[in-house]
Antibody
Framework: QVQLVQSGSEVKKPGSSVRVSCKAS????????LAWVRQAPGQGPEWMGS????????NYAPSFQDRLTITANKSSNTVYMDLTSLTSGDTALYFC??????????WGQGTQVTVSS | DIVLTQSPATLSLSPGETATLSCRAS???????LAWYQQKPGQPPRLLIY???TKLVGTPDRFIGSGSGTDFTLTINSLEPEDFAVYYC?????????FGQGTRLETK
């Protein structure tokens, strides 16, 4: 059974960057299509982007195109999300999730990112 | 991008009753590939149904997905206490995935 375990919560200053990791167990990420989804307080989820580690193929939601980078380390079976130029609007719970067809299953436990001066 | 509009925003019912949740798309969902999730506080969303009417392993039989094109419905028969949560629909088109804003199912 595939499980996704994410790194811990982060507190960042406006203008800085954050990296969140997502380590897979129970399967190789080279067999997956993995996505990052965030959820602001009281809001619905928002897809940010996806990566296919086997081909290193990526696609990003237009609203994140300029400041989001998703990478994968096959040897550690881990996917990373780097988000730059943080603002208070980026305060949210960030999830990694495996693509299941055109849906997502399973999900990581979530990583809280708080942007505050 | 396709916009998904969920209604009602909040639904107040009692255990044993039937919940009917709606998800309307701004244009037809590709191949009816619509997903339904359940989310409880402090947890990630849990995929219940995908596509449209196919339950994942572990999804109770009382959850029924239906619909096609632009109108989809999640029906939960004979509500159990553990069903009270927030439900989201989600679709995929042209490499973009979008979610609805959710329906909160609360205890009356």
């Amino acid at each position: 059974q595939v499980q996704l375990v994410q790194s811990g919560s982060e507190v960042k200053k406006p203008g800085s960057s954050v990296r969140v990791s997502c380590k897979a167990s129970g399967g190789s990420i080279t067999n997956f299509n993995l996505a990052w989804v965030r959820q602001a307080p009281g809001q619905g989820p928002e897809w940010m982007g996806s990566i296919i580690p086997l081909f290193n193929g990526r696609n990003y939601a237009p609203s994140f195109q300029d400041r989001l980078t998703i990478t994968a380390n096959k040897s550690s079976n881990t996917v990373y999300m780097d988000l730059t130029s943080l603002t208070s609007g980026d305060t949210a719970l960030y999830f990694c999730a495996r693509r299941h067809g055109d849906a997502f299953d399973p999900w990581g436990q979530g990583t809280q990112v708080t942007v505050s001066s | 991008d396709i916009v998904l509009t969920q209604s009602p925003a909040t639904l107040s019912l009692s255990p044993g009753e039937t919940a009917t949740l709606s998800c309307r798309a701004s244009r037809a969902v590709r191949h009816d590939f619509l997903a339904w999730y359940q989310q409880k506080p402090g947890q990630p969303p849990r995929l219940l149904i995908y596509p449209a009417s196919t339950k994942l392993v572990g999804t109770p039989d009382r959850f029924i997905g239906s619909g096609s094109g632009t109108d989809f419905t999640l029906t939960i028969n004979s509500l159990e206490p553990e069903d009270f949560a927030v439900y989201y629909c989600q679709q995929y088109e042209n490499s973009i995935m979008t979610f609805g804003q959710g329906t909160r199912l609360e205890t009356k």
